[in-house]
């Protein structure tokens, strides 16, 4: 008699918790999914590893155009796009150290997966191909670039620091943007061949 009252004490006690269990609403059950599943918020450190991940990946992306390119004025271009991307990678890593501010690379994970597969295919252009390949990925990686720099970064930095490292990289990105698309046309231009000018037709009549 006494175990089953015990039983039976313990079955009062259990059900209402089971019942509260079953009938927590949907908004409750929601709030318990751990916060690190939730989307991360872009922060300044956010806005440096994207900032130094597009400088790091046209960096190398230059450094085998350097390599690879046939034309003379293709090569010079890598070198200076090299050069640029560097100098600016390099102010970015300074400011981090100055601010004691460290790059999350989580926000550019995506883009450095993509870029390995834009360096393999790089690497696997035909020679007789390459410098228009080249040219062309320039010009859709600064347009990008630049839509992300004046839409999302500036937005996210709170930093004023970090800001003016931004605000002043924009006429380089630019400027790498004008520079890839003349280039490319007036490589285009040069590739197709002329059309001779039409000769008059003869107008001697009877003579």
Same mark, same amino acid.
């Given at each position: 008699?006494?175990?089953?009252?015990?039983?039976?004490?313990?079955?009062?006690?259990?059900?209402?918790?089971?019942?509260?269990?079953?009938?927590?609403?949907?908004?409750?059950?929601?709030?318990?999914?751990?916060?690190?599943?939730?989307?991360?918020?872009?922060?300044?450190?956010? /806005?440096? !590893?994207?900032?130094?991940? *597009?400088?790091?990946? @046209?960096? +190398?992306? $230059?450094?085998? =155009?350097?390599?690879?390119?046939?034309?003379?004025?293709?090569?010079?271009?890598?070198?200076?796009?090299?050069?640029?991307?560097?100098?600016?990678?390099?102010?970015?890593?300074?400011?981090?150290?100055?601010?004691?501010?460290?790059?999350?690379?989580?926000?550019?994970?995506?883009?450095?997966?993509?870029?390995?597969?834009?360096?393999?295919?790089?690497?696997? /252009?035909? !020679?007789?191909?390459?410098? *228009?390949?080249?040219? @062309?990925? +320039?010009? $859709?990686?600064? =347009?990008?670039?630049?839509?992300?720099?004046?839409?999302?970064?500036?937005?996210?930095?709170?930093?004023?620091?970090?800001?003016?490292?931004?605000?002043?990289?924009?006429?380089?990105?630019?400027?790498?943007?004008?520079?890839?698309?003349?280039?490319?046309?007036?490589?285009?231009?040069?590739?197709?061949?002329?059309?001779?000018?039409?000769?008059?037709?003869?107008?001697?009549g009877g003579e």
């Open positions: 008699m006494k175990g089953t009252t015990a039983i039976l004490a313990l079955a009062a006690f259990v059900a209402p918790a089971a019942l509260a269990a079953q009938e927590t609403p949907p908004t409750a059950q929601a709030a318990a999914i751990p916060a690190a599943e939730a989307a991360p918020v872009l922060d300044d450190s956010g /806005v440096l !590893a994207i900032f130094d991940g *597009a400088n790091r990946r @046209d960096l +190398e992306t $230059a450094t085998i =155009a350097a390599e690879r390119a046939r034309n003379q004025q293709v090569r010079q271009l890598a070198v200076r796009f090299a050069n640029e991307h560097m100098a600016l990678r390099r102010q970015g890593q300074e400011l981090g150290r100055t601010l004691q501010l460290y790059p999350r690379r989580e926000f550019d994970a995506a883009e450095m997966q993509k870029h390995g597969q834009t360096i393999a295919w790089l690497k696997q /252009v035909p !020679a007789e191909q390459f410098d *228009a390949a080249w040219l @062309d990925h +320039e010009i $859709a990686f600064h =347009a990008s670039v630049l839509e992300a720099v004046q839409g999302t970064l500036l937005a996210a930095t709170t930093k004023p620091e970090l800001k003016v490292l931004i605000e002043q990289s924009i006429p380089a990105f630019e400027a790498h943007l004008a520079a890839a698309r003349d280039l490319k046309a007036a490589l285009d231009g040069a590739a197709k061949p002329e059309v001779p000018a039409s000769e008059p037709s003869s107008t001697n």
